[in-house]
């Protein structure tokens, strides 16, 4: 199964600041399509994970302009222009390219 | 709007077997293929596998090959989660999602707590 490693695995950030989170990939993420099928979730405390990106930099349906996406191949990278406190929870990228979906364990958001 | 209802929080005993409903709404249920996940505590969202609303056709993760079983009813647009020889470590929050084709897991459901203990 393809391992997706994130860092780091907590974030402390001061609100209005950037923030970023890394994604690694054991295996590179290009499908045999053409399509890099790495997403990333929020999911904030108590809550259901939430779809932010699809396909390494495409913004979901409501998602703010602040979160971006980008990478390629195995390294992948989810930014924050300037958090905000809704902001707070855990961000998981998840890889679809192989059919045994496999997430990353994800990376604490906290706010200083 | 696209919601995905789970049924409550269960308690079993080792070795029972549990059953998850996940009843969409705000769609058609037989274009979309229904996901499952599992997060245990402490631990990374680990996939279980989907079903085919329309067909009823099914891909299980090999780590639960044997055990689990997804069905669903089209006419009433409910998925479920079938789990069998149920273990400690099978302790964890099961979610469902929809599958979109182009933008994977788009929906979730709220989440099921499933406890097993003694």
């Known amino acids: 199964d393809i391992l997706l490693t994130q860092t780091p695995l907590s974030s402390p950030v001061t609100l209005g600041q950037p923030a970023s989170f890394s994604c690694t990939s054991s295996?590179?993420?290009?499908?045999?399509?053409?399509?890099?099928?790495l997403s990333w979730f929020q999911q904030r405390p108590g809550q259901p994970p939430r779809l932010l990106v699809y396909k390494i930099f495409n913004r979901f349906s409501g998602v703010p302009d602040r979160f971006s996406g980008s990478g390629a191949g195995t390294n992948f990278t989810l930014k924050i222009s300037r958090v905000e406190a809704e902001d707070v929870g855990v961000y998981y990228c998840m890889q679809a390219t192989e059919l045994m979906y496999t997430f990353g364990q994800g990376t604490k958001l906290e706010i200083k | 709007q696209v919601h995905l209802l789970q049924s409550g929080a269960e308690v079993r005993k080792p070795g029972a077997s549990v059953k998850v409903s996940c009843k969409a709404s705000g769609y058609v249920f037989a274009n979309y293929p229904i996901h499952w996940m599992r997060q245990a505590p402490g631990e990374r969202l680990e996939w279980m596998g989907w079903i085919n609303a329309g067909t009823g056709s099914t891909k299980y993760s090999r780590r639960f090959q044997g055990r689990i079983t997804f069905t669903r009813d089209a006419p009433a647009n409910i998925a479920y989660l079938d789990l069998s020889s149920l273990r400690s470590d099978d302790t964890a929050i099961y979610f469902c999602?929809?599958?979109?084709?182009?933008?994977?897991?788009?929906?979730w459901g709220q989440g099921t707590l499933v406890t097993v203990s003694s």
């Open positions: 295996q590179g993420l290009l499908h045999s399509d053409g399509n890099t099928y």
């Open positions: 999602a929809r599958f979109r084709f182009g933008y994977n897991l788009d929906y």
